[in-house]
């Protein structure tokens, strides 16, 4: 399955789930990048990520949030990869619950990595950028993700989403 198809139908089972609840059970089995994507330790995921250059610092953003999923490490999301509004809908423990469910669905000792970032358009504090992810050597997959700038860094931009499903690209 295609990491951003898998992100959906993961994404789609935490919806605007908070704590500990039926659904996310189901959720906790099987979470998605994330990345998507997008928790208070470091400098903000790397000195890329604050380039001047869009693209450097999108990329420097994707390499810490697959990074950050392929550890495990929700936290780190949360503090470094996304705004600091994302933890108005989601808390550390949905946010691992996630990203748990995620790294759950993905074959035994497969990682992420980011093949790479391209069609960057900036329009003021906001990106979108066609980012290319591999599922450990497996044809990687595009997913269109919105950015936004965050102080001097850019992060996965996390608005308009419920609960913690921001964290995984799709």
Do not use: Y
């Not at 392929?70 to 809908?89: E, F, Q, Y």
């Amino acid at each position: 399955m295609r990491v951003s198809a898998r992100a959906a139908t993961i994404a789609s089972g935490c919806h605007g789930v908070r704590g500990n609840r039926p659904g996310l059970a189901l959720v906790a089995a099987g979470a998605a990048l994330a990345i998507v994507a997008g928790a208070g330790c470091g400098s903000g995921g790397g000195s890329g990520a604050t380039s001047s250059d869009p693209t450097t610092a999108i990329t420097a953003r994707m390499n810490s949030l697959l990074s950050h999923i392929n550890d495990g490490d929700a936290k780190a999301i949360l503090d470094n990869d996304v705004p600091p509004s994302a933890r108005r809908t989601c808390n550390d423990q949905d946010a691992k619950n996630t990203i748990d469910a995620l790294r759950q669905s993905l074959p035994a000792g497969a990682r992420l990595s980011l093949s790479g970032v391209s069609d960057v358009n900036v329009v003021g504090n906001r990106a979108t950028a066609t980012v290319m992810i591999d599922e450990s050597g497996q044809q990687p997959q595009p997913a269109s993700l919105a950015f936004v700038k965050s102080g001097s860094s850019w992060k996965l931009d996390t608005s308009g989403q419920s609960g913690c499903d921001g964290l995984i690209p799709h």
